[in-house]
Every structure is written in C-alpha cells, then in structure tokens.
Nanobody, 124 residues
C-alpha cells in the first residue's frame, strides 16, 4: 500500500516562506516522477511543480511560481520537498503530493497515489 503524507502547511503573511514536505512509503519512488498540485476553493486542481527521477533530476514549474518555488527530492528518504518563497495570497490552496506522474507529450498526468493535502493560507 502506497501512502503519501504531506506536512509543513500553515498561515503566513504575503512575502513569507513555507517548506512543504511529502514522505512516501513503499518502494520504487526513486524511479518515479513526483510532483505537487494545489487546489483552491472553487477552482480546479493545478500542477505546481514536478521533479524527474534519477541523478540530475529535472524540475518543472507552472509560470506563476517560477523563481519563487523550488522542488527537490531525497530518494534515500523517499521524500519530496517544495520550498515556497515570496508567497502571495493567490498561492492559498490545499497542496497535494503526487507520485508516478507521466508526461504524454501534451502535459503531465497525475499518478494514482495522492496524499491527504496540507493547507497553505497566505494573508495580504
């Protein structure tokens, strides 16, 4: 059974930082693309960042977070981290970890397993 557990959310003011962490149980994650999604109330879930597997892992970001967010992974610990700096009120959402994303030529498609999510609230 695969389990993903997120932590690190909270309430901050605009301009501050948060560090989200996702711990994955099970095996095989070192070979999987991992990513963070977010969902704000009344809005569709959107992909925030991905990180590929293997050495020299490559990261991708949605345009609105480029230069502010950094995704990283530690395969030995089966964890993926999202460092979020210069937070804005529009970053407010539930952030969810996902493993096993696949790229189909048009974009990334989520994997089967999701964490429970962690709330990030940014006040102005």
């Amino acid at each position: 059974q695969v389990q993903l557990v997120e932590s690190g959310g909270g309430l901050v003011q605009a301009g501050e930082s948060l560090r989200l962490s996702c711990a994955a149980s099970g095996s095989g994650f070192s070979m999987s693309i991992m990513g963070w999604y977010r969902q704000a109330p009344g809005k569709q879930r959107e992909l925030v960042a991905t990180i590929s597997s293997g050495s020299g892992a490559r990261a991708t970001y949605r345009d609105s977070v480029k230069g502010r967010f950094t995704i990283s992974r530690d395969n030995a610990k089966n964890t993926v981290v999202l460092q979020m700096n210069s937070l804005k009120p529009e970053d407010t959402a539930v952030y969810l970890c996902n493993v096993g994303l696949r790229y189909d030529g048009l974009g990334y498609r989520p994997g089967e397993y999701w964490g429970q999510g962690t709330q990030v609230t940014v006040s102005s």
